[in-house]
């Protein structure tokens, strides 16, 4: 089985975003840890070289292949803010009311925070975390 390259490293999350170029975007970054910090009530760790992760869980497929990832997590990236978020049942009304983004499967794109209404993505945030926490249960 491959080996999982999105793991908790002891990067200084502080550190990272300010290295982030984009004026906006490290301004942005740190007012999301504050933000992600509030909601899940976890510090910020570094997840692989660029995600941004909150508390943790165990995962593990029908297929064998298990993990651990975030249960809340963005990252700065050049072109986009980019979230990861679990696919629950309302998540495509939600971001409908976002505002200014692009999403796939795991992952919601958007420029800057003044784009987008941040009582939505605390919501997205939130609805996502419980998602996670009713599907793997920390046992």
């Known amino acids: 089985m491959a080996k999982i390259k999105t793991i908790a490293t002891e990067v200084n999350v502080t550190e990272f975003i300010q290295k982030v170029a984009n004026e906006v975007k490290r301004k942005d970054s740190f007012q999301l840890v504050e933000m992600f910090k509030s909601i899940t009530g976890c510090d910020a760790k570094m997840w692989g ?79 996502s975390i419980n998602y996670i926490t009713s599907k793997y249960p920390n046992k």
């Open 49 to 127: 070289p660029t995600i941004i992760g909150f508390g943790n869980y165990h995962y593990k497929y029908e297929s064998g292949h298990e993990g651990d990832m975030p249960i809340a997590a963005f990252s700065p990236r050049k072109e986009a803010i980019v979230f990861y978020f679990a696919d629950f049942e309302n998540r495509a009304q939600l971001l409908e009311k976002l505002g200014k983004n692009k999403s796939g499967k795991a992952c919601v794109y958007i420029k800057k925070l003044e784009d987008i209404n941040l009582s939505v993505l605390e919501e997205l945030t939130r609805a």
